[in-house]
């Protein structure tokens, strides 16, 4: 059995191809709602309820493109790959 390296182009390129899904981020002083695919977030507003996202958060997701809010990751591969 081989060693996945996380950084190696082929398993990124997969890796970015996985369906999204909407996950929950927290720490002592941040609470948010996010896409695992992109830098789409929402800061939680109210309660939260475990596993259950409020119903305006799952139709903003369901709703949002992730090109628009790309990664800092794919930014600089897209810079690496321009033509000065």
Known sequence: MGIIAFG???VLKFLGKMPRKLVWFENSSFAAWG????NWIVAN????TP?????AVQND????????????????????????
């Not at 896409?35 to 992109?38: A, D, F, M, V």
């Not at 507003?45 to 939260?48: E, K, R, S, Y």
């Open 61 to 84: 997701f369901d709703r949002h493109d992730c090109a628009n809010f790309p990664r800092l990751r794919d930014l600089a591969d897209q810079r690496g790959t321009e033509k000065p």
């Open 35 to 38: 896409c695992s695919n992109c």
């Open 51 to 55: 596993g259950r996202p409020p119903a």
């Open 8 to 10: 190696c182009p082929r």
């Open 45 to 48: 507003v109210g309660p939260w």
